[in-house]
């Protein structure tokens, strides 16, 4: 079967703990865009990361808290930061790179939380049914125009999942995409 699909790109972002923003921040967690995946949101704070080789700043927070930290960055950022940090599923942060992040208040330094996120659909729970696929099934994509590809991504089902294919920043650039463009699924 073949649906269209949209792409929805990522760029290196941060999602923390309660505990882990109140020792970087002063201030309450502010939400200024609500992001396609249900209750997701863009926040107004942004941190740095740092190594000992190098610094990103402003790298934006996305709420709302979460039970762990992860910090998710992009191949070009890895040769940035000196790190090799694995490329993961979301919160499948075991044995990853370690990573400091430096806000207004301090800095802390995380152990394994730093991936870079494997691509993937997003479906919610409800559209499972529909499109005949099981969470974390893997699935084909297919990339048209000059940099044409049949890519791997594995399904993401929630409830509150928007029908989407995420890659990060790196990989759009790499197959000429932008955000919203439409792309084929395979199943």
């Known amino acids: 079967m073949e649906y269209k699909i949209k792409v929805g790109i990522s760029n290196h972002h941060v999602h923390l703990t309660k505990e882990t923003y109140d020792l970087l921040f002063n201030e309450p967690l502010e939400k200024i865009k609500p992001l396609h995946q249900l209750g997701e949101f863009a ?72 991936i870079i996120s494997e691509r993937h659909v997003h479906i919610n729970s409800k559209e499972q049914e529909k499109y005949q696929v099981s969470d974390e099934q893997m699935v084909q994509v297919e990339v048209p125009g000059d940099r044409s590809a049949l890519i791997d991504a594995h399904i993401k089902i929630s409830d509150t999942g928007y029908y989407e294919l995420h890659l990060d920043r790196d990989e759009a650039n790499a197959f000429l995409l932008q955000d919203g463009d439409e792309l084929t699924l395979k199943i």
């Open 43 to 114: 926040s107004n704070q942004f941190v740095t990361l740092k190594t000992e080789k190098n610094k990103i700043e402003n790298v934006r927070i996305v709420g709302p808290f979460r039970t762990y930290n992860q910090v998710e960055i992009l191949k070009s950022d890895a040769y940035l930061l000196g790190l090799n940090p694995p490329v993961r599923k979301s919160g499948d942060i075991k044995n990853s790179e370690n990573i400091t992040l430096v806000g207004p208040k301090g800095e802390i330094y995380l152990e394994n939380v730093c």
